[in-house]
T-cell receptor, first 114, second 119 residues
Framework: AQSVTQLDSHVSVSEGTPVLLRCNYS??????LFWYVQHPNKGLQLLLK??????LVKGINGFEAEFKKSETSFHLTKPSAHMSDAAEYFC????????????FGTGTRLQVTL | EAGVAQSPRYKIIEKRQSVAFWCNPI?????LYWYQQILGQGPKLLIQ????????DSQLPKDRFSAERLKGVDSTLKIQPAKLEDSAVYLC?????????????????FGPGTRLTVT
């Protein structure tokens, strides 16, 4: 069975400082991994995805994530946080064997302060 | 390109009442999903359709929840009767299978959701 663990339920950073949101996965296969963002009262938006190509994945709004098989991790980073980055972030795994079935983590709420 | 549409956006009902949610996926997307997102948790898949057929409904509480996608486009999700623990955001998503190299990729696009409060 596939699963993801988001290690922090809440992260607070100052505007202009780096962001690190941590995610570990468990999968029987070579998984596809995603990060989604959810702003209040808005739908989930795909930030980036890893599908067995380059291990460093660049996404929208300056976010990127690195797939590390040895550590079973897929942490999300951004060099400099902006106030508009404040939202809920979900790490998501999909096994090739289950095609499109997504398994979501519990989410990390990112707070950005002045 | 229009996104996934859902209605209503908010609904408040009393327990034991019934409620229905509607979803219109992105045009041409054959796969449609319904998720339940309880406050403080990640979305959980309830049911997945491929065109008008059910692919996966293993997590759907079939004693009270039902869903249909009769013409392979729009879909409705119904709860009857509702319980307090059904209070959640119900998300609809759609996807189109895209062949990337040797692998099929299903990128899911989500609607804004319907927030249900059961009192």
């Amino acid at each position: 069975a596939q699963s993801v663990t988001q290690l922090d339920s809440h992260v607070s950073v100052s505007e202009g400082t780096p962001v690190l949101l941590r995610c570990n996965y468990s999968s029987s296969y070579s998984p596809s991994l995603f990060w989604y963002v959810q702003h209040p009262n808005k739908g989930l938006q795909l930030l980036l995805k890893y599908t067995s190509a380059a291990t460093l994945v660049k996404g929208i709004n300056g976010f990127e994530a690195e797939f590390k098989k040895s550590e079973t991790s897929f942490h999300l980073t951004k060099p400099s946080a902006h106030m508009s980055d404040a939202a809920e972030y979900f790490c998501v795994v999909s096994d090739p064997g289950t095609a499109s079935k997504l398994t979501f983590g519990t989410g990390t709420r990112l707070q950005v302060t002045l | 390109e229009a996104g996934v549409a859902q209605s209503p956006r908010y609904k408040i009902i009393e327990k034991r009442q019934s409620v229905a949610f509607w979803c219109n996926p992105i045009s041409g997307h054959a796969t449609l999903y319904w998720y339940q997102q309880i406050l403080g948790q990640g979305p959980k898949l309830l049911i997945q359709f491929q065109n008008n057929g059910v692919v996966d409904d293993s997590q759907l509480p079939k004693d009270r929840f039902s869903a249909e996608r009769l013409k392979g486009v729009d879909s409705t999700l119904k709860i009857q009767p509702a319980k307090l623990e059904d209070s959640a955001v119900y998300l609809c998503a759609s996807s189109l299978a895209v062949l990337r190299g040797a692998q099929l990729s299903y990128e899911q696009y989500f609607g804004p959701g319907t927030r249900l409060t059961v009192t």
